[in-house]
């Protein structure tokens, strides 16, 4: 079946339609990690995106169950250049196409992805809509035009969990009582690779919903608080920002992703719309107290504004040498620290894992 | 940890000649290296032996030793120059093992020089395969269970713990020498000494094989702030079995999961952290079972390596520029990303594309050998294809390899289409170098993918995705048959699975130029497509392209004057470094002269295809179709096809036809010289003589000739290269046995045959000419006796047997042949000498193998004056005029992968089978030509046991050579009736069994390390066994082997000078500076 992909700017490119057939909108982002497909498609912050992969060859590996970092696919939609019907790997037990189908995902294969990635690097990045629909190409912008921004949306609230929950799911809580640290997840779509690496690290996890109460986190006594990553424009999430603001200098507070353009608002900082993002697993970021360099994975739209940080309070402690953009502060009085990139990566380079030993020590 | 300024003098060891498992990829590296460094404003200085590199080029460095790689050469280098650092990792498994050397005999320290790049106990840790199994374990990392042996008592006593099938492979060895495959206890021992022999430590490592488990290559850069990077991943298309060199491999990995990416990734740094790769770059080899996922470490590489060539073509990351600046002290994050500019070289390439590096065989050369593949590497070259899917990629790299495949698909092709099922099978099991041609026959056969996947254990990926390229022909076809058309959305398809133009067309039986005519027609044109190490995140500035069919076109032509280069394609014996490195002056010239350079080539292994030598560069096959796409695109002012060697000559005249500009000596000048028949008249009217000579198109035509012209002939298809099938016969049973066994004569091949001129001397002679003035770059003379292919032989220059009349002479044949062909550039010319009579053998209107070593002995750059010329300019204004006198006496003598092939006949013959080349230079003959020897793997010895055997023939003029041996000191072994002339003459001489005379024989002697040097000419067919088992014992226990007595009188005069003189280490520039 046909498929065309459309952007907001009037481009269409045609080609297969992948996974189910249907119309999908969402931003167009391009992802160049060469491997990690099905944790970038079940990562809660590509929410309300269309995800295009510069890497040419997908769905070479299937999927498995192991590598999901959420309870659902989140991306809306999947764009990519082949498509591999068929699977090796051991561990599949799916093919991709099978997958996109199970989880209803609109997706598009037989794309010029690279003339699409030049296009939004050009261009900036920017509505989309996947879609079999046949109808002519003007309807279609018409209902793509039409539909809600990114920008100034709370989506969070469409990812986070209903209701608290603790980690490992499914498992009887008196197990989980013996670990050290108790931290206090706050879930703006938190990827299941974080809770995986706190949990490894002696962290005993409860989850809870973005819009949780400041008091009702507290009550639960925690040693830490985590801020989750998670999709979209952090501006708009102003309850969870208040609630950080809240809980600042009580706890050690650790986030990652959304979780420090959270940190960056609560602490009185702004955000701004990176032109296309940083999507990927090979950005170079230095760790400023020690010059090393870790190759980390990358999945973002929006950035603190490194000026916007009060001076005197934050110091800067990783930066992007792409393009010089702020990857991660501290506090420096309070125990609070944050990175913009990922270290829990899934998928991308392990270089970065310390920091949640760094949480840890925040904690003892 | 920016610039070290505590250094200031750099040495830089390069990787000698071109061998197996070691070629021109070292060159590659070692150029950019030494770029790299003097851009920094160090002072390089260079040694390697190989004339034939861009590397050893006087403006590469500023101190261009081209001597032997051996400690005593090094150490009187060392003295002279006194560098502060020592830089081995870019220069190979020989660079490596001679700092190893260096360092520990004290060398280095006594010259207080400091190893950079990589400590000797890094390098030990790598390179023992006992100190790093022990290294892996320590650190956690899985290993295939054995161990390391230095005897064979050891070596049995490990078979207790391990089973077979077996591993066996040497420490500190290059291309998997000396290594095997072992399945029974049988072929266990001589496997286990053969290894030992190979390793120059005696150490092998037995390992527990893990054949059919998938086989990966991580490349990696660390600094010394240990920051690490994996600058590509790469999947062998092969499994574990088939040495990587050997494998097809591909571009990233294709069939793991992040998570076992990750893992991979993870080990790879834990491990270059335990080994200590501090500042450069690295290679680790990983297999994976396909059944469970367990990965175990395999070896690893502290060095820039053949990989590392190819990862950085494959991504455009320069790893052996990164690595010299982070051997100086640099950090990653300090070194600019060339290609972005904006961002640094600490990240790690995304690719958007997929990369196909297969690899070319020459095992024609070598009959009697078998042709599977194993853990010891036989290939001579390699193409790289890049194409958006692994489909389009491993299409472009098959018509890239030259061998007549259009693609994937056998039809048609006689090797294959009676090939039975059973034998299919067989020969599945094992890797071939056409095992994927085999598996479309397979599927033409019926077989599945799963089917082909429990015979070879290729993984299922690949093979599936080789089979949609097979079930699609059919599509094709059978839209074509229903409808006599193709749709435009098919034929795009067909062209986006890389299908060629050929292709097609012997699928829909139409004639290749039908196709692109339908094809244009359709507006089914390719698009270019940047290589960029980022997958278009950033914007580019690094003019690397490849085509494709996708929308968009990134590659916008200029509208300067502009001049297209054709390369040389995939190295083969005949065919290699030396064209490239015309290709890379060409560039050079070009662009100084304000012309645009694009350069076309297919071989990662290569200077040309480096994204910064040429202003464009398309990574494309050199095909009909692929060179014409770009020509189309960018409608250049001219194309060079003279420096690419055969490659681009096979398609001078269909280029010619298709109106496209071609600079330099017309393609009815090449054809002119090529055919026989022109080429005869043309010679008659010039009055110039030639030997006999005439064409046969069958056996009965051929012995005719042989009556007229009279034996012995030299004997060869038409329109070959490095002396094909190309024999001589003496009589007429012989020419009856070429013409029935060796070729198959034909209307339109017809078989060429001269009247062998025995005894002659021969003269290869390039020249330069700007179509009116002609003049000699340089005349070199064989040193052994005609009969010997001008590529094998050895040569010096200036000619000692050449007297002023001849001199005049050659000149003068040299200066009218470049007329008559009307040559604008190079022209090289073959003469002989036979009783004063000069006969000339052979015309080639195009740059030939021998220009770089004349160059360098030259101080002349004639590759460049060729372009000015076609340029526009003459040779008066160029100011060359030639000088006959040399202050110096300089010898190349060529290097044979014998060691690879133990059936290989090793006495030269017109047939070339040289891999590579050395230059020995100096004052005098004796000091050039035993630098020389040295300089090959197998150097001569100052004294020791001469194992002497000659045929009747040679017996009188042996008598000299053995009395001065004797006089140097060497003891003198013989074979009963060499031994009874010699004691006759009063000379002691030890007598030796032949092989069928009983035990112990002069096999025996040689294994047992008794034999020093050997000087056997051929004995004729009925001592050939006994000849190859002595040749192979010689190779094996690497006793340097003389097979002419011309090379026994020179090693002579070398050895004479050798004590008589101290020799002399200068670098070019000295040398240029008398």
């Not at chain 2, 092969?238 to 494998?247: L, N, V």
């Not at chain 2, 065989?361 to 899917?389: C, H, Y």
């Not at chain 2, 098919?490 to 004639?511: C, I, M, V």
């Amino acid at each position: 079946m046909n498929a065309r992909l459309l952007l907001s700017d009037g481009t269409v490119f045609d080609g297969l339609s992948l996974g189910s057939p249907g119309t999908s909108v969402g931003e167009v982002v391009f992802n160049t990690a060469m491997t990690g497909y099905q944790e970038i498609l079940t990562d809660p912050s590509y929410h309300y995106q269309l995800v295009a992969m510069t890497y040419p060859q997908i769905g070479n590996y299937g999927v498995n169950p192991l590598d999901v970092e959420s309870r659902s696919i989140f991306a809306n939609g999947f764009i990519i250049r082949e498509y591999s019907p068929v699977v090796s790997n051991w561990q599949a037990d799916l093919s991709l196409d099978e997958y996109l189908k199970q989880y209803n995902i609109v997706g598009i294969s037989e794309v010029d992805t690279r003339a699409l990635t030049r296009h939004l690097r050009d261009h900036g990045a920017q509505m989309g809509m996947i879609t079999t629909d046949t109808a002519p190409v003007n309807e279609l912008l018409e209902t793509l035009r039409s539909s809600r921004t990114l920008v100034g949306s709370n989506i969070v609230q469409e990812v986070t969990t209903e209701a608290p929950y603790d980690w490992p799911l499914d498992t009887p809580a008196a197990n989980l009582d013996a670990l050290p640290y108790r931290v206090a997840v706050y879930d703006f779509g938190v990827k299941y690779n974080i809770l995986r690496l706190l949990q490894e690290a002696g962290c005993r996890l409860r989850v809870f919903p973005a819009h949780t109460p400041h008091e009702d986190i507290l009550a639960w006594n925690p040693d830490g608080i985590f801020l989750s990553n998670g999709p979209g424009d952090p501006e708009p999430v102003k309850k969870a920002v208040a609630s950080v603001r809240a809980l600042l200098g009580k706890k050690p507070i650790f986030g990652i992703c959304l979780g420090i353009q959270i940190l960056g608002l609560a602490l009185g900082g702004r955000t701004t719309k990176l032109k296309f993002g940083h999507h990927g697993a090979n950005h170079p970021v230095k760790h400023l107290p020690t010059g090393r360099i870790e190759i980390t994975s990358q999945n973002h739209g929006f950035v603190v504004d490194i000026d916007s940080l009060p001076k005197d309070d934050i110091k800067i402690t990783h930066i992007n040498l792409n393009d010089g953009t702020l990857e991660g502060f501290k506090h420096k009085s309070l125990r609070a620290f944050a990175v913009q990139y990922h270290p829990e990566a899934a998928p991308g380079p392990h270089d970065s894992r310390y920091l949640f030993q760094q949480f840890i020590e925040d904690m003892k | 940890m920016p610039k070290r300024n505590d250094i200031k003098r750099i040495l830089v060891i390069g990787s000698g000649p071109i061998v197996i498992g070691q070629a021109c990829e070292f060159d590659y590296s070692g150029t950019q290296a030494c770029k790299a460094l003097r851009e920094e404003g160090f002072i390089v200085i260079l040694v390697n032996s190989n004339p034939a590199t861009i590397m050893t080029d006087p403006e590469f460095s500023d101190r261009t030793y081209i001597e032997p790689l051996n400690v005593e050469a090094l150490e009187r280098i060392i003295e002279k120059e006194r560098p502060d650092v020592l830089l081995p990792t870019l220069g190979g498994q020989t660079s490596l093992n001679l700092a190893v050397e260096l360092s520990e005999s004290g060398i280095l320290e006594k010259y207080d020089v400091e190893l950079i790049g990589a400590t000797l106990e890094t390098i030990q840790l790598a390179e023992d395969r006992d100190l790093f199994r022990n290294a892996m374990k320590e650190i956690g990392m899985n290993v295939p269970e054995g161990g390391c042996v230095n005897t064979l008592e050891e070596a049995e006593a490990i078979l207790e713990k391990i089973r077979f099938p077996l591993i066996i492979r040497p420490a500190f060895t290059l291309g998997g020498i000396g290594g095997s495959v072992v399945y029974n206890r049988e072929e266990y021992a001589d496997a286990v000494r053969w290894g030992l022999s190979a390793s120059p430590v005696t150490e092998v490592l037995i390992e527990e094989s893990v054949l059919g488990w998938k086989e990966y290559e991580l490349e990696i850069m660390r600094d010394g702030a240990d920051n690490f990077v994996v600058v590509c991943s790469i999947e062998n298309l092969d499994p574990m079995g088939i040495h990587t060199g050997d494998s097809v491999t591909v571009a990233p990995a294709q069939t793991l999961t992040d998570r076992e990416y990750q893992a991979m990734r993870n080990a790879a740094k834990k491990i270059v952290t335990r080994i200590g790769v501090e500042t450069g770059g690295a290679n680790i080899q990983f297999a994976v079972d396909p059944k469970t996922g367990e990965m175990v470490v395999i070896e690893m590489n502290p060095r820039v390596s053949r990989s590392s060539a190819l990862a950085s073509k494959a991504t455009g990351f320069p790893i052996a520029k990164i690595a010299a600046k982070l051997a100086t002290g640099y950090r990653l994050d300090e070194i600019p990303n060339d290609i972005t500019q904006k961002t640094p070289a600490s990240f790690e390439p995304t690719i958007d594309y997929v990369v196909v590096k297969i690899p070319r065989w020459d095992f024609e050369k070598f009959p009697g050998n078998s042709n599977r593949l194993s853990s010891q590497m036989k290939s001579v070259g390699e193409a790289m294809g890049i194409g958006r899917t692994f489909k389009e990629a491993l299409n472009k790299t098959l018509r890239s390899l030259e061998n007549g495949w259009s693609g994937f698909h056998a039809n048609g092709n006689s090797n294959y289409d009676t090939m039975d099922k059973e034998a299919l099978i067989e020969d599945m099991r094992f890797g071939t170098p056409d095992r994927l041609l085999k598996i479309w026959r397979a599927f033409s056969l019926g077989m599945t993918s799963q089917d082909v996947f429990k015979i070879t254990d290729i993984d299922i990926w690949f093979l599936q995705h080789l089979y949609q390229l097979y079930a699609f022909e059919k599509e094709i076809a059978g839209a074509w048959q229903a409808t006599g058309s193709l749709e435009p959305a098919l034929l795009r398809k067909a062209k986006q699975y890389g299908f060629s133009d050929q292709h097609l067309g012997l699928l829909l039986d139409k004639p290749e130029t039908d196709i692109r005519k339908m094809r244009i027609d359709a507006g089914v044109v390719p698009s270019y497509k940047i290589v960029d190490t980022c997958s278009a995140e950033f914007e580019s500035f690094t003019p690397y392209f490849y085509s494709t069919y996708d929308q968009e076109n990134e590659s916008v032509p200029s509208s300067n004057k502009k001049v297209i280069i054709l390369g040389g394609g995939p190295n083969r014996i005949g065919q290699g470094i030396e064209f490239d490195y015309c290709c890379v002056h060409g560039i050079m010239a070009l662009r100084s002269l304000g012309i645009e350079a694009i350069m076309i080539n297919c071989n990662p292994e290569t200077v040309s295809t480096d994204y910064d030598v040429a202003d464009k560069l398309y990574f494309e096959p050199l095909t009909y179709e692929d060179v014409l796409n770009v020509i189309d695109l960018e409608k250049p002012d001219g194309v060079i096809i003279q420096f690419g060697g055969q490659t681009p000559l096979k398609l001078a005249l269909a280029l010619e036809k298709s109106g496209v500009p071609i600079w330099g000596s017309s393609p009815n000048s090449i054809d002119l010289a090529e055919d026989r028949d022109r080429f005869g008249a043309l010679l008659t009217s010039l009055n110039i003589p030639a030997p006999r000579w005439g064409t046969a198109r069958s056996l009965a035509e051929a012995l005719k000739v042989g009556e007229t012209i009279g034996f012995p002939l030299m004997v060869r298809p038409s329109y070959v290269l490095g002396g094909r099938a190309m024999e001589i016969v003496y009589d007429a049973a012989g020419l009856e046995k070429y013409m029935t066994q060796a070729v198959t004569a034909s209307e339109d091949h017809p078989v060429l045959l001269d009247r062998f001129l025995e005894d002659a001397f021969e003269f290869d002679v390039d020249a330069i000419s700007d179509g009116d003035q002609v003049e000699i770059c340089g005349i070199m003379q064989h040193i052994e006796e005609a009969g010997i292919h001008s590529g094998d032989s050895m040569a010096v220059m200036p000619p000692y047997l050449l007297s002023l009349a001849q001199h005049d002479d050659l000149k003068e044949y040299t200066r009218m042949l470049a007329r008559a062909l009307d040559v604008k550039g190079i022209i090289n010319i073959q003469y002989a000498i036979l009783f004063d009579t000069i006969y000339v053998l052979e015309v080639n209107p195009r740059a030939s193998r021998t220009i770089p070593f004349v160059s360098k002995v030259k101080g002349r750059p004639f590759a460049k004056m060729a372009v000015e010329i076609m340029a526009g300019k003459t040779l008066k204004e160029i100011g060359y005029t030639y000088q006959r006198e040399l202050p110096y006496v300089a010898v190349k003598e060529s290097v044979f992968p014998f060691d690879r092939f133990e059936k290989a006949d090793i006495y030269l013959r017109p047939e070339m089978r040289s891999t590579g080349e050395v230059m020995g230079i100096g004052p005098n003959f004796g000091q050039s030509v035993f630098k020389a020897f040295q300089a090959t793997n197998i150097a001569v010895p100052q004294s020791g046991v001469v194992f002497i055997s000659v045929n009747d023939s040679d017996k009188n003029r042996m008598i000299p050579i053995a009395e001065g041996l004797h006089a140097l000191g060497w003891e003198i072994a013989a074979t009963s009736g060499t031994a009874t002339l010699l004691s006759n003459r009063g000379l002691p001489v030890r007598t030796v069994l032949k092989v069928n005379e009983g035990r112990p024989n002069i096999v025996d002697d040689i294994t047992n390390g008794e034999i020093h040097l050997i000087i056997k000419t051929p004995l004729g067919r009925r001592s050939r066994e006994d000849e190859f088992a002595i040749g192979w014992a010689a190779i094996k226990h690497r006793v340097p082997f003389i097979t002419t007595l011309s090379a026994a009188e020179s090693i002579l005069r070398g050895l004479r000078d050798y004590g008589a003189t101290p020799f002399e280490h200068k670098c070019l520039q000295e040398y240029y500076k008398n």
